[in-house]
């Protein structure tokens, strides 16, 4: 069982910047892949970005040359940093890990992944 705990979600004007962390415990010494989901009001979850235990990563469209997706294993930590917000970013977004098999680099599919935190709220003004 793996638990994710998301932070470093606020509130920032637009063209600002926000750098999103998830730290995942038990059973973690195998997540294959991690990944941040978001779903504004209204909207369906949507995948932003994802990134499999040997680096690979696949990030939206619509954040491509503004997020960046890392992960830092030894302190089983993922980050997400988000450059030149939009307030079309304001969501809730999720922390997801699989621990299976997965794909190089991952989908984005919240179906693909197993394990989801509790999410962080990321609201940008204009």
């Known amino acids: 069982q793996v638990q994710l705990v998301e932070s470093g979600g606020g509130s920032v004007q637009a063209g600002g910047s926000l750098r999103l962390s998830c730290v995942a415990s038990?059973?973690?010494?195998?997540?294959?892949?991690m990944g941040w989901f978001r779903q504004a009001p209204g909207k369906a979850r949507e995948g932003v970005a994802a990134?499999?235990?040997?680096?690979?990563?696949r990030i939206a469209d619509s954040v491509k040359g503004r997020f960046t997706i890392s992960r830092d294993d030894a302190k089983n930590t993922l980050y997400l940093q988000m450059n030149s917000l939009k307030p079309e970013d304001t969501a809730m977004y999720y922390c997801?890990?699989?621990?299976?098999?997965?794909?190089?680099?991952?989908?984005?599919?919240?179906?693909?992944?197993?394990?989801w935190g509790q999410g962080t709220q990321v609201t940008v003004s204009s």
């Open positions: 990134i499999h235990e040997f680096g690979s990563t």
């Open positions: 038990g059973g973690t010494s195998s997540t294959a892949c």
């Open positions: 997801a890990a699989e621990i299976g098999v997965c794909t190089s680099p991952p989908l984005l599919s919240s179906g693909y992944f197993e394990y």
